[in-house]
Antibody, heavy 115, light 107 residues
């Protein structure tokens, strides 16, 4: 059974940093592209970033303007998202998703940016 | 970015009804489209991949079709467990983009 468990979310102040993690199991992580997608009630779903299996190619949403960094550790079956200079508009539920087509998603970790 | 226009944003239907949801892409995405179902507090679950292929384990009352840049999800006979939000995802090129979602409610 595929399991994706996100963690690391929480309440932070504007300008602070946060690192999210996604622990993966039940599929061959080291050969899978991975993505982060965020979700809010108001704006819906927004793709954040993606990384290929060997980290050779990395993609980001233009709106992030270099504030976020995606990475992975294939030995640990883990995906990460390091977020800098957080803003109120980054408040969202952050999901990790498997594959170039989003076949499986995790339940998400909630990030709240508020003073 | 590719825009995905999904309609309707919500609908009310009865058990047994046939339901159709549409996504239109702003440009050619081949058939690189998935349909997902999401229930409150749960992660999205993929129903359809490649625009028309049924995900393993998904009931056959769900089907997808494609015509050019218009994609359709059909539920042939709505069941109580189908009341949820549905959305499309194009993954032809990054950034992935999503339809706005359709909330299917009980009539």
């Amino acid at each position: 059974e595929v399991q994706l468990v996100e963690s690391g979310g929480g309440l932070v102040k504007p300008g602070e940093s946060l690192t999210l993690s996604c622990a993966a199991s039940g599929f061959t992580f080291r050969t899978s592209s991975m993505s982060w997608v965020r979700q809010t009630p108001g704006k819906g779903l927004e793709w954040v970033s993606a990384i290929t299996s060997s980290s050779n190619y990395i993609y980001y949403a233009d709106s992030l303007k270099g504030r976020f960094t995606i990475s992975r550790d294939n030995a640990k079956n883990a995906l990460y998202l390091h977020m800098n200079s957080l803003r109120a508009e980054d408040t969202a539920l952050y999901h990790c998703a498997v594959g170039g087509d989003g076949i499986y998603w995790g339940q998400g970790t909630l990030v709240t940016v508020s003073s | 970015d590719i825009q995905m226009t999904q309609s309707p944003s919500s609908l009310s239907a009865s058990v047994g009804d046939r339901v159709t949801i549409t996504c239109r892409a702003s440009q050619d995405i081949r058939n690189d489209l998935g349909w997902f179902q999401q229930k409150p507090g749960k992660p999205p679950k993929r129903l359809i991949y490649g625009a028309t292929s049924l995900q393993s384990g998904v009931p056959p009352r769900f089907s997808g079709s494609a015509s050019g840049t218009e994609f359709t999800l059909t539920i042939s006979s709505l069941q109580p467990e189908d009341f949820a939000t549905y959305f499309c995802l194009q993954h032809d090129i990054y950034p992935w983009t999503f339809g706005q979602g359709t909330k299917v409610e009980i009539k």
